[in-house]
């Protein structure tokens, strides 16, 4: 959302409407050119109550509004009818894997009733454009926005082959949790220490989490610096998140270089399949038996470059 701000055309003007912390916009603001107005969101009804009151307040002439509870309180008061909506759901609830079928359900029965509650849908990948097209919102009032990576670009260099070529680092970014999966990470980072005994396969977890954990170093919460400097000690980077709008940490990975393997889910239905943590893990694996990490690397990074297409402030903007 920061990034939104910062890429926008000065001709606009942004207000945030958020919950404050100790009674002040929190942190994640700062530095940001922006109005802010507080917004009690304590609960559902102390939310859309005080919307209520904020919208009827003050005059905007679009409201973006940002995740899934913010999109359903806009559209429920239908702000729609007196000014210009757009929503983007940064993942859509219904795809979430740590809830049951029928709350599944639910939430995709509740977006499919508020589909045409908003102007436009700004997805923030062609795989969340895809399910608001499902939930039939019109294919003229949908449209992608990319994310941007979060950190600036590291230096292009294999750090395999320049280091101890019987070490493999591999590495997950976000918050130890049901939506990052990180038992699925376990999983394949075993499946790689079975398949090259000879290597040792050294994990790293870039993020929130557990202060100790077998086989597995977890950082804590990382900064953007710390981020950059965890991610440049990898030589792979693998994504294992189970459901996602469009991952900002694969776009820190390939900024920084490196080449990646994601699991194949809505966000990235359509990944070519030997950049898969499927297909893509026995091409690994062969390359470092036979000593062709480097030409392995290159490989991949080409299809990442060519999957992910311009992720820039200008391409952003024009979004």
Known sequence: MRTYVESSSSAYAHTVVAPFVDGAPAPIWQGLDVRHIRWDAASPVTALRDLRRILGAHRFDVIHAHSSY??????????????????????????????????????????????????????????????????????????????????????????????????????????????????????RVEHLRAALPA????????????????????????????????????????????????????????????PILARRISALSDLPDEVTLGAGTDSLIAAVESGAFARWRVRNRAVWARYLGPRDVLSQRRA
């Not at 399910?131 to 926005?145: C, I, K, Q, Y």
């Not at 070529?165 to 591999?170: E, G, H, N």
């Not at 790293?204 to 991610?231: C, F, H, K, M, N």
């Open 70 to 187: 913010p999109g359903a309180y806009v559209r429920l008061l239908r702000a729609g009818r007196r000014t210009r909506v757009v929503y983007t759901p940064h993942c859509y609830a219904f795809l979430r894997t740590d809830v049951s079928p029928a709350v599944r359900s639910a939430f995709r029965v509740s977006e499919r009733l508020l589909a045409r509650g908003a102007s436009m849908v700004a997805a923030c990948g062609p795989g969340e454009r895809n399910e608001a097209l499902a939930l039939g919102v019109p294919g003229e009032r949908t449209t992608v926005v990319p994310n941007l990576p979060s950190v600036l670009p590291g230096e292009d260099r294999a750090r395999r082959g320049a280091g101890d070529p019987s070490v493999l680092r591999v590495g997950m970014l976000g918050r130890w949790a049901p939506q990052k999966d990180p038992d699925y990470f376990l999983g």
């Open 199 to 258: 290597v040792t396969v050294a994990a790293t977890w870039i993020g929130d989490g557990p202060s100790s954990t077998p086989r597995v170093r977890v950082t804590g919460w990382a900064g953007r610096d710390d981020v950059r400097a965890e991610l440049a000690e990898l030589d792979v980077y693998f994504h294992t998140a189970a459901w996602e709008g469009f991952p900002i940490a694969i776009l820190d990975a390939a900024a920084m270089g490196l």
